[in-house]
């Protein structure tokens, strides 16, 4: 009866050891860093690293672009109320008699006068402000 107890306990130990090994092996496959979870987790880690250099270089080009759409839109405010002013003192202005067609100024004398009506509403605008 020895005996036999002898060989149940002898070949549950190499089961057991059997049973070991295989779970070691599987374990070693599992942690590998080429194919395993390891692995796995390697290539995930360097992907992050990588979405966090392009995360903040984005967060800084949006800052860039935020900046100078702030100072665009402030010019069109300063533009818009320019124009404002303009159209305001240009319905301040008396009407006149209907031109009377005669004859053919030259160009030279057309621009210099329009120059010097620009130049006085310009004047006016700038007084206005």
Same mark, same amino acid.
């Given at each position: 009866?020895?005996l036999?107890? $002898?060989?149940? =306990?002898? #070949?549950?130990t190499?089961a057991?050891? +059997?049973?070991?090994?295989?779970?070691?092996?599987?374990? #070693?496959?599992?942690t590998?860093?080429?194919?395993g979870?390891?692995?796995?987790?390697?290539?995930?880690?360097?992907?992050v690293? $990588?979405?966090?250099?392009?995360?903040?270089?984005?967060?800084?080009?949006?800052?860039? @672009?935020?900046?100078? +759409?702030? !100072?665009?839109?402030?010019? /069109?405010?300063?533009? @818009?109320?320019?124009m404002? +002013?303009?159209?305001? !003192? =240009?319905?301040?202005?008396? &009407?006149?008699p209907?031109?009377?067609?005669t @004859?053919?100024?030259?160009?030279? &004398?057309?621009?210099?006068?329009?120059?010097?009506?620009f130049?006085s509403?310009?004047g006016?605008?700038? /007084?206005?402000?």
């Amino acid at each position: 009866m020895e005996l036999i107890a $002898d060989i149940l =306990m002898i #070949s549950g130990t190499l089961a057991v050891a +059997l049973y070991c090994m295989v779970l070691a092996r599987r374990l #070693s496959r599992f942690t590998d860093l080429e194919k395993g979870v390891g692995g796995a987790i390697a290539v995930l880690s360097a992907q992050v690293d $990588d979405m966090t250099k392009t995360l903040t270089k984005a967060q800084k080009t949006a800052a860039g @672009s935020a900046g100078r +759409l702030g !100072s665009l839109t402030e010019r /069109a405010e300063d533009v @818009s109320r320019r124009m404002e +002013l303009l159209i305001a !003192s =240009m319905h301040d202005l008396p &009407e006149g008699p209907a031109p009377v067609e005669t @004859s053919r100024q030259p160009e030279a &004398e057309e621009q210099s006068e329009q120059e010097t009506f620009f130049l006085s509403q310009r004047g006016r605008v700038e /007084a206005a402000e």
